[in-house]
């Protein structure tokens, strides 16, 4: 069966370099972009592009019908840090286009569902190091129980509806193609356009702040290969933990200093984004995803940064 794959937030972080990975795969004509706004350079010069409002019952529901999708990958949501200053406006966006969607995908049959969680719904109380698949969880963040709830929700209709959904607890991604948009984890993006502008960065995280983060093409590579998994090796439908590389601010400079060797780096006080950060795991256990559906990582801090400075100073 020729596969149709809608992909609702096309234009941001992880939709901008998605479209494309699967435009490679299966080709232009079978991935249709979406997204609120108009598309990118990249997409609309790829192939299909679809105005989309997830929060748009009649609107998305048309989309649906006009393209029978076979998967769809639901990238539409706001932030950590955004969602702090606009907290109904994000549970709405980030739950109620979760809901069509889990609906839509009963009504059309739609084949995989793919959806984003994160490591933000973990919260204070949960273990810090080696944070595990199950623990206690007490997000504090809108997005964060946004996510968590949307957890429950995907299970749910896995359960009783039988929707293949599938999800990552995404740790912060770091990417050159397109930039993030209102993440606590954005620091360690722009911190390589600076590095590459400026030659100096003043970071909103303290400098041993530990967080998870994850190269880009590792996190395409993950959501891929969680996609084409045989359903009956996944025991889990609400969202797979995914470890990455966890490191401080202090230390992603130290190795861009061995790059550029001027750098410099200085923090800022009192930035609400720490508090988030700080309720957030410094490091996660992925063993299950290690186990079920083959997960290795490939770029560790190193081979990142390089990789970051090389792509980034031929675009910039
Ligand atoms: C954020 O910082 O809000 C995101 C995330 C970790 O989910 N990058």
Request: hydrophobic residues 40%; aromatic residues 12%.
């Amino acid at each position: 069966m020729t596969e149709k794959i809608l992909v609702i937030g096309a234009n941001g972080q992880i939709g901008t370099e998605l479209v494309s990975a699967l435009r490679n795969i299966y080709g232009a004509d079978s991935v249709i972009a979406s997204d609120i706004k108009s598309p990118t350079y990249a997409i609309r010069h790829t192939g299909p592009f679809e105005i989309v409002n997830v929060l748009d019952h009649d609107n998305l529901h048309h989309v649906f019908n006009k393209h029978k999708p076979t998967q769809v990958y639901l990238l539409a949501a706001i932030l950590s840090a955004v969602g702090e200053q606009k907290p109904k406006m994000a549970w709405d966006l980030n739950m109620t286009g979760l809901l069509h969607v889990l609906d839509f995908a009963v009504e059309f049959k739609v084949k995989k569902v793919f959806w984003p969680s994160s490591i933000a719904v973990f919260g204070p109380h949960s273990p810090q190091y080696d944070t595990p698949q199950y623990c206690v969880m007490d997000p504090n963040t809108v997005y964060g129980f946004s996510k968590l709830a949307g957890e429950r929700w995907c299970e749910y209709y896995h359960d009783k509806y039988g929707v293949d959904i599938r999800s990552i607890r995404y740790p912060g991604l770091i990417g050159w193609r397109a930039n993030p948009g209102g993440g606590t984890t954005d620091y360690a993006v722009h911190i390589f356009h600076e590095a590459l502008k400026n030659n100096k960065y003043e970071c909103f995280l303290s400098a041993n702040t530990a967080l998870p983060m994850m190269y880009m093409d590792d996190a395409i590579r993950a959501t891929i290969a969680l996609m084409d998994a045989p359903a009956e090796n996944l025991t889990i439908r609400s969202s797979y933990n995914l470890a990455g590389v966890s490191f401080t601010p202090a230390q992603i400079a130290d190795e861009i200093k061995k790059v550029i060797p001027g750098f410099e780096i200085s923090y800022a006080a009192n930035d609400p984004r720490q508090a988030i950060a700080d309720s957030w795991p410094k490091s996660i256990d992925d063993t299950y995803a290690q186990k079920e559906w083959g997960w290795r990582l490939e770029y560790d801090l190193p081979k990142m940064v390089e990789d970051m400075l090389v792509n980034l100073s031929k675009v910039a």
